[in-house]
C-alpha cells in the first residue's frame, strides 16, 4: 500500500503562515506538542511548506533505535510518548522535514532548584549547569497527516490558496497509469521513422 502524503505549489504559496498556525493548533488540541509540523521555506526558487514526505522506505523510521517512528496505515507515525530525543531521525530526514522541540508542563517556568525569587546561586541550590526545566522532554516533531483528526490535515484544510493538497496512494497509482497511457499515445502519433530512432 503507497503512503499518502501532503504536496506543495509554489507558485500558489503566500507564505502566510496559516498552514503553520493550524497545524500547530491542530496538535495542541489532541494534546501533543504545539510545534508546526511543517515550515514555510523561503528561498530564490520559491516559497513553499516543507513537511513529510511520508517516505515508503523511511529512513528516520530504519534509524529510529526505540521504534518511536513506523509506517503504520500508509504513513509514517511518530509515537511522541515513545520518543526519547535522539536526533538520529532528525539527521537522517533526507528533505529536513523533521526538528526537536519540548513543551514544558504549566507553571514550570525556572530551572528545578532555581531560587524562586531572584537569579543569584543560593546555598543549596543546584549550580546552574545542573538545572533545567521540570517534565520538559525534547521529542521529534514531523508531519502527521494530522491522523487523530476525522477532518484530515489541517494545514491543507486552511491554506487560503490552496496551496497544499493531500495526494492518496490510490492517486499516485492512478496518475502513473495515465502517464504510461499518454507515452504510449505520443509515440504512437510520432512518423514511423522517427519512432524507430527513439
Not at 71 to 86: D, K, S
Not at 138 to 165: F, M, N, S, W
Request: aromatic share 4%; proline share 7%; net charge neutral.
Amino acid at each position: 500500500m503507497l503512503t499518502s502524503f501532503v504536496i506543495a505549489n509554489p507558485q500558489r504559496c503566500l507564505g502566510c503562515f496559516t498552514c503553520m498556525a493550524a497545524c500547530s493548533v491542530g496538535h495542541q488540541q489532541q494534546g501533543l506538542q504545539a510545534r508546526p509540523r511543517l515550515q514555510i521555506t523561503y528561498s530564490q526558487a520559491g516559497t513553499m511548506p516543507v513537511q513529510c514526505h511520508q517516505c515508503e522506505d523511511a529512513p528516520c523510521a530504519l534509524v529510529c533505535p526505540v521504534r518511536a517512528i513506523e509506517i503504520e496505515e500508509g504513513m509514517v507515525r511518530l509515537n511522541e510518548v515513545n520518543c526519547i530525543g535522539c536526533k538520529m531521525c532528525v539527521l537522517a530526514c533526507p528533505f529536513g522535514a523533521i526538528t526537536m522541540d519540548g513543551t514544558a508542563p504549566a507553571n514550570s517556568g525556572r530551572p528545578l532548584g532555581a531560587p524562586a525569587g531572584d537569579n543569584e546561586y543560593r546555598d543549596g541550590a543546584p549550580h546552574p549547569l545542573l538545572a533545567w526545566l521540570a517534565g520538559q522532554k525534547a521529542v521529534a516533531i514531523k508531519c502527521d497527516l494530522c491522523y487523530t483528526g476525522a477532518d484530515g490535515p489541517a494545514c491543507v484544510r486552511h491554506c487560503p490558496t490552496e496551496a497544499l493538497q493531500l495526494v492518496s496512494g490510490d492517486q499516485v497509482e492512478r496518475s502513473v497509469k495515465l502517464k504510461r497511457i499518454d507515452a504510449v499515445a505520443s509515440a504512437a502519433s510520432l512518423p514511423g521513422e522517427q519512432r524507430a530512432a527513439s
